[in-house]
DNA sequence: CAATTCGTTGCATCAAGCGTAATAATGGCT
DNA sequence: AGCCATTATTACGCTTGATGCAACGAATTG
């Protein structure tokens, strides 16, 4: 039986004193009304109205129900009524997971605006170069420079190309490094979100080199990467925009510009919805059109 | 679909995070949890979960949901318990209708007894000699002292006779009468519940007689036709415990005391109720055993 | 790589809800 | 006073919707 169905009818015939006119308000039949009545009293134990077959009338037990579950009734589906109407338009809170130097980079002006044109939506940032479980970790979006996701159970839209370069200390052994082959294992500093080695599979016009990074030494953080570097203590492959000040300053080079590594993309990240929820929608527009149009990433990159 | 399950099983998936885990707690099938979920998110046009095979997560959507609709849930329940557990325990209020003679002389004892042995039943007493409608007025129950009740919508008992008798004043030329024959219209006064006519049927050992007082005077207040009867007005047809007293001080006198009028009973009456609530139950057991054997009414008419 | 577990979906079965109509009761109207 | 309309209930078929099973794709564990 639809308990709930059987309230609200309840209701009617409380509210109307008739079984007759609850039906022609429901839409129903006088037999539909009766026997949800009827349900409604035998789950409950209770007679609920004493009726003759010209008046109703709501025992007291009946109306001190109703009484109490009438405010529920309605609250209940002022829930469902927020739930709907929230969803669609563009409010409340997101939770967006970023990657700190690009973070530290972008976002600052990025969410000023965002604050400026969504007032309503409140934006809760995480910071961090791990790879986040977006689902597990409850995020409603995450921004990664990476390769190709394998990752099937995420949604994910690139945004961007960001150039990578292999750079070194100027003036160091590394800088004058002008061959694939003289990339030591233990010159290549890693950069990998879990600690871990890095491939660098590496493209000239003509021929391709891989070797493994990070045997000596690893990190997850782009700007510590960059310091090491400098220091002299290797070889890095760096998105450009990292070191763009490093370079202006020649702290430290370019090395081996003709060869590329495979391309990597400034990525959002969703979990599997169906549809992305407006707010979360909204968040991925501006950040769009923010990075490629307004102040483009390329900003970082000359 | 079934709203309110759909919700139930949307809170436990939302608990256990897990679909499976949900219907294991139900005792019920994935794919019910699933259609239930899914019907839920179609019906308030939002995702509650994303899900991949192996990981269940609330969307921020129906985090809020959860959130808001549990306690409206619980609330929902709880009114069914308590209704339930009010239905069985004698607690509540009564709504009670008297006549105003019987009930000045019976009531302020029985009541405060009664007070006594339940306190949790609140009593509100309505004094009326009109006869009210049970149903439409709201009461629980309704005293009456009456001859057989011809209302159908109604349930009633019969708690004890009431010894109706002709008085009239002493000394007056109406206490002389002694044969029916000289009961004139304009001498018999009436008393009748409202304010008409009153038919009398009185039979002897051999005969009967049957006329209409009230003709000249009539009222629903038996205290009142007393005293017109002491102030030599005519004769009325009286319970004796209205004109106890008046009889024991010689006021007034029975006259033919051989012609009996019709059985009247003092009669209990209640809503039609499948089966009587605990707490009127109490009431009306309570007042049987008080006027019957406690307190017997016969008390007013020694 | 095999195996298990998970959420979803198609399919066949079945029960529950629905409207219709008949019934008894009751109040209004002529 | 009696006819008529309206009311709540109940029995009867039918249809719709829910349910369980099984297969499937996906993903983690050993």
Redesign the pocket.
């Known amino acids: 039986?639809?308990e709930l169905?059987a309230v609200r009818t309840f209701l009617a015939?409380a509210e109307l004193?008739?079984?007759?006119?609850?039906?022609r308000r429901l839409?129903?039949?006088?037999?539909?009304?009766?026997?949800?009545?009827?349900?409604l009293e035998k789950h409950l134990d209770v007679q609920l109205?004493v009726?003759?077959?010209?008046?109703?009338s709501l025992t007291s037990a009946g109306a001190s129900y109703a009484a109490r579950i009438a405010p529920v009734i309605e609250d209940f589906d002022q829930a469902a009524h927020d739930i709907r109407s929230q969803s669609g338009s563009a409010l409340g809170r997101i939770h967006v997971s970023a990657p700190m130097s690009m973070g530290m980079r972008v976002l600052p002006d990025l969410l000023s605006d965002f604050g400026d044109e969504f007032p309503g939506i409140e934006v809760s940032v995480t910071m961090t170069d791990e790879f986040v479980d977006i689902i597990k970790e409850n995020y409603d979006l995450a921004i990664r420079i990476s390769g190709p996701p394998d990752?099937?159970?995420t949604i994910w839209r690139k945004i961007c190309l960001v150039e990578r370069i292999l750079v070194a200390a100027s003036g160091s052994r590394f800088a004058k490094i002008d061959t694939p082959n003289a990339l030591t294992a233990s010159a290549c500093l890693g950069y990998d979100a879990n600690g871990g080695e890095e491939i660098w599979e590496l493209r000239s016009a003509t021929a391709k080199h891989s070797l493994t990074a990070g045997r000596t030494f690893s990190t997850n953080n782009g700007d510590l990467l960059a310091r090491m570097v400098e220091n002299g203590k290797g070889i890095a492959l760096l998105p450009r925009f990292i070191v763009k000040d490093a370079l202006a300053k020649n702290r430290i080079v370019q090395i081996l510009p003709e060869w590329r590594p495979p391309d990597i993309w400034l990525t959002l990240y969703y979990p599997p919805y169906e549809r992305l929820p407006a707010k979360v929608a909204a968040f991925s527009d501006f950040f769009e059109r923010h990075v490629t149009d307004i102040k483009p990433l390329s900003t970082f990159l000359d």
Chains 1, 2 share one sequence.
């Open positions: 039986m639809d169905k015939v004193q008739s079984f007759a006119a609850a039906a839409s129903t039949t006088t037999a539909s009304v009766s026997r949800a009545v009827s349900g109205f009726r003759t077959t010209r008046q109703v990752d099937k159970s």
